[in-house]
């Protein structure tokens, strides 16, 4: 259990290089493994930023490489200089707290959305669990398992999103890449099944080409590369909606993808890229129940609390090497167990999980395209939690689709009277 408050030449060695102006740290956040008798050993695992929110500058100096949403190109006109001539800094103690906002102790981590810090603005963060060794991610093994944290939502409005989930990003950060210093201490490596464009540097290089600033963020843009890789949302939620849902895709591990098999919304590939970008989705309100999950006693669980989530792996066997065939999920509240809505949409069967026959007449149901599907659905998601993932925390908002897709009416050309369509008020 866990708690969450929420291009280089051929011929050159080249590499994400770490700085030394600051003494990395990465503080522990302890997570407990249990057995089916509940024998519980607690290990001492540690949280790491992503390397996208950290200090990027010249090398031996303090003048940013990276600053606001653009590349400095007195440092970085090409990937190759840009590695050559800056450094990825560490997080120090002070910065944790007072210029990103991220508080752990114990087993419990706080997000806080906007930190205003001495030199900067900060907004949202993105954070991964370590081993205990530190220099590696903590790799989860979720089949036949169920996985279990406290949240509080209570503070996080519609617009925003307290996440916790599992993506299959190397173990190692990309430190396997010929002459790339940072890795996991660094919170490297992160891919999910968007194949985002906003990481800064994917496999060892600058992702600097063809870089696009955003017109409506001040502090992120897309580059010519999409980072991708297979991903289970646990816990997309705010206190007005929550929702986990699957997102397999055609590939084993993470792919820096480039063109159509990024899948990109601009290019009019969504559908043609190597990840189910929609996925099959558990949503309470989206499904029929609007008296679930929201701010008041009058919701079966009351957002305006914490509560205990509970999600289950379930195999086809019951073994550590069965076929994933069911993702459930339960809460606790109040020392009361409460189990999941069950869906009431006319054309899907009565369910509180996703199954391969939840997640086809959904998508039916909704005239939804049927991705998941395509991407070989449970199957292939087991297959890839199969082979670990990472677990990742963060708190974000929305500047492509402003969370509608979570808490309101969503696509906006759609009637919100059309089955799928509404997802919150």
């Known amino acids: 259990s866990a708690l969450i408050v929420l291009v280089a030449c051929a011929a050159l060695t080249l590499g994400q290089k770490t700085g030394t102006e600051k003494t990395n740290l990465n503080p522990k956040l302890a997570i407990e493994e249990c057995t089916g008798n509940q024998n ?71 997000l806080k959305f906007v930190t205003h810090g001495q030199y900067s603005n900060n907004v949202g963060s993105r954070t991964y669990l370590l081993d205990q060794s530190g220099d590696k991610y903590y790799m989860f093994q979720l089949l036949n398992k169920e996985f279990t944290f406290d949240v509080d939502v209570s503070n996080l409005p519609c617009g925003l999103n307290g996440a916790l989930y599992f993506v299959e990003m190397p173990e190692d950060g990309g430190l396997s890449f010929p002459g790339n210093e940072a890795g996991p201490e660094y919170g490297t490596g992160y891919c999910d099944a968007q194949c985002p464009h906003d990481i800064k540097f994917i496999n060892g290089e600058a992702n600097m080409e063809d870089w696009e600033p955003s017109p409506t963020d001040p502090n992120a843009g897309v580059g010519h590369y999409g980072a991708c890789c297979q991903e289970m949302d646990i816990w997309e939620a705010n206190s007005e909606a929550s929702a986990y849902t699957l997102h397999p895709c055609d590939i084993n591990g993470q792919k820096r993808c480039e063109g159509t098999e990024c899948g990109d919304n601009k290019s009019g590939d969504r559908y043609n890229g190597i990840c189910d970008k929609d996925g099959c989705d558990f949503h309470s309100f989206r499904l029929g129940n609007k008296q679930f999950f929201g701010p008041g006693s009058n919701f079966e669980v009351d957002s305006t609390k914490p509560m205990t989530v509970v999600t289950q792996f379930i195999t086809s066997d019951g073994t550590d090497n069965g076929e994933l065939v ?48 395509k991407k070989g659905g449970m199957k292939v998601m087991g297959e890839s939690l199969g082979r670990g993932h990472v677990l990742v925390m963060s708190l974000w908002d929305d500047h492509e689709a402003h969370m509608l897709w979570l808490d309101s009416n969503y696509p906006l050309d759609r009637d919100p009277s059309e089955p799928g369509v509404a997802r919150g008020n």
């Open 326 to 373: 069911e993702v459930r999920r339960i809460y606790v509240q109040n020392g009361k167990v409460i189990q999941n809505s069950f869906t009431d949409v006319n054309g899907i069967d009565s369910a509180d999980s996703i199954t391969a026959d939840m997640c086809t007449q959904s998508k039916t149901a909704f005239n939804d395209i049927d991705d998941f599907s």
């Open 40 to 110: 519980c050993q607690k290990v001492n695992t540690m949280v790491t930023l992503d390397s996208n929110w950290r200090w990027y500058h010249n090398k031996g100096g303090y003048t940013n490489c990276y600053d606001g949403n653009h590349w400095d190109s007195s440092y970085c006109s090409d990937p190759a200089s840009c590695i050559r001539n800056c450094e990825l800094e560490g997080v120090d103690s002070n910065d944790w707290r007072n210029t990103y906002g991220v508080d752990a102790s114990g087993d419990r981590l706080s």
